[in-house]
């Protein structure tokens, strides 16, 4: 499939998006142009709806306590969290069905789950992947609470240096991705990780760092597949050792802090892919230290 890419904005999907299959519309060629769009853009913003299951995690139970309404009217983003049964340890995005473990490499918790969507034209918004983000509670423990632990979970979540330390401390964590999205092929994913990495590099460094955005991307070579359901997760490691994995297979690692920073900026930084996925990110952050 050849990838092409276009200069289309990545807009916020509308609240209530057309019912109608937008392709439908559109002659053959066309379809397969926007299809192009949607797998050339596939770093670049987000939105969920998901439906977390396990009412007896103490982190739900906080949430539960949080809500309240805003001043603008309303609930707060929190009431869109439906808890239901969880038997089998999941957190299901409930727009895709898409699964994630609430346990990873045995020591890793789930934070918050997002989903990206593409919008075309203002015309379709298509569910490319789902994502997970994983830490070590433990570690967050450690190294944190003696700075932040005399912090409530309210006062934490409006602190900024908090955040900025999760990004730059030696914690493991991991970003997992499903594909939802049927005909992604690996140079669009490769495309937009040049784009979105290659930014946050220049964020943190005042640099352009080509030899080590070019060492990231050159994971994803032409030869890996990506049908719906595959599985990309790409983890700190202590030593500040980012590794790559598709399909369960690794792909490679580099040790950088600085590509370690970059990565995770993308999710839970100031300006994220998913704004209310970073948000419920933060509350589980917040919540560890208490």
Sequence with gaps: MVSLRFPFSFSQPPRHPPKSNAFTFFPRSLTVSLAAAVTAGIGAGFSISHDLRNPTDPFFQKVLHFLSPNPCGGLTPWASLSLA???DGTAVESKTGVSFPTLLKDTQRLLGIGLRK????????VDVYA?????????????????????????????????AQILDKDLSMTVRLQIVYGSLNIRSVRNAFEESVGTRLKKFSRSDNKELLQRFTSQFKDGYQLPRGSIIEISREQGYTLRTTIGGIEVGSIQSKLLCQAILDLYIGEDPF????????ELRLASILQ
């Design 274 to 281: 998913d704004r209310r996925a970073k948000e419920e990110i």
């Design 118 to 125: 593409k919008s075309i034209m203002g015309l379709k918004n």
């Design 131 to 163: 994502f997970g983000v994983y830490a070590d509670e433990q570690e967050i423990k450690n190294l944190m609470a003696e700075s932040f632990g005399k912090f409530s979970v309210s006062e934490l979540k409006e602190n900024k240096n908090f955040y």
């Design 85 to 87: 049964d969880n038997s």
